[in-house]
């Protein structure tokens, strides 16, 4: 029996793209808001586990329009992990798809917010249609069979080059046409653009390599 063809689909929306979803107030009060697993549907929307990362956690006291926080799981001085129902309207719609989930990595930090959904192609379909409703067409959307940003090649790399891929991801850089030069993804992170090549280089040849050598 062959397996069932499962596919990615990556959204990205701009802070200004997606303006008038309850998630992005969330940049105005953390770091990063990310989504690392399901626990269930609910009424309200999807049950979920996410990370919250902050400079004041006093921000965990305050109420928020996409989330209810049921308990805080552990706490740090800067970041939290949290038991949550996502109740704004993407995570409503999404609770009622078949066929078609929410995966890591799925945030929203201070530029805009990423969504990775892995289904069926016709889910997918239907996940690119409530997108559409919810937002028109102010996104960004890649389709394939692998995630760019799987995680089991991410944590195969240093911490620094990671950061630089993860910045590189983020400003467009493996965009076609491209989004950015290294000189952008240098001058954000206060780099030399030399070493952005440097650490870009060894993290493509690991996860090439990675790729390739998996049996």
């Given at each position: 029996m062959g397996?069932?063809?499962l596919r990615y689909m990556q959204v990205t929306f701009t802070v200004e793209e997606?303006?008038?979803?309850?998630?992005?107030?969330?940049?105005?009060?953390?770091?990063?808001?990310?989504?690392?697993?399901?626990?269930?549907?609910?009424?309200?929307g999807?049950?979920?586990?996410?990370?919250?990362?902050?400079?004041?956690?006093?921000?965990?006291?305050?109420?928020?329009?996409?989330?209810e926080i049921i308990r805080i799981l552990e706490q740090s001085s800067t970041a939290a992990l949290c038991e949550i129902i996502a109740t704004g309207p993407l995570a409503k719609a999404?609770?009622?798809?078949?066929h078609a989930w929410w995966v890591p990595?799925?945030?929203?930090?201070?530029?805009?917010?990423?969504?990775?959904?892995?289904?069926?192609?016709?889910?997918?379909k239907n996940a690119r249609r409530v997108l559409s409703e919810i937002v028109g067409d102010n996104f960004k959307m890649k389709?394939?069979?692998?995630?760019?940003?799987?995680?089991?090649?991410?944590?195969?790399?240093?911490?620094?080059?990671?950061?630089?891929?993860?910045?590189?991801?983020?400003?467009?850089?493996y965009d076609r046409p491209r989004g950015c030069t290294q000189r952008h993804i240098a001058d954000s992170l206060?780099?030399?653009?030399?070493?952005?090549?440097?650490?870009?280089?060894?993290?493509?040849a690991i996860i090439i390599h990675a790729f390739t050598t998996e049996v």
């Open positions: 397996a069932v063809d997606g303006a008038h979803l309850p998630g992005f107030s969330l940049t105005n009060d953390f770091l990063k808001v990310e989504y690392l697993t399901k626990i269930g549907d609910d009424a309200k999807v049950h979920a586990i996410i990370q919250l990362e902050y400079e004041d956690p006093k921000v965990l006291n305050k109420p928020q329009g996409a989330y999404f609770s009622t798809l078949q990595p799925t945030y929203v930090h201070p530029t805009g917010m990423l969504i990775t959904i892995r289904g069926t192609k016709d889910a997918l389709l394939g069979g692998e995630s760019l940003y799987n995680p089991e090649f991410i944590d195969l790399l240093p911490k620094r080059q990671r950061v630089v891929l993860d910045k590189a991801i983020e400003l467009g850089y206060d780099i030399k653009q030399a070493t952005v090549s440097e650490h870009l280089q060894s993290a493509e």
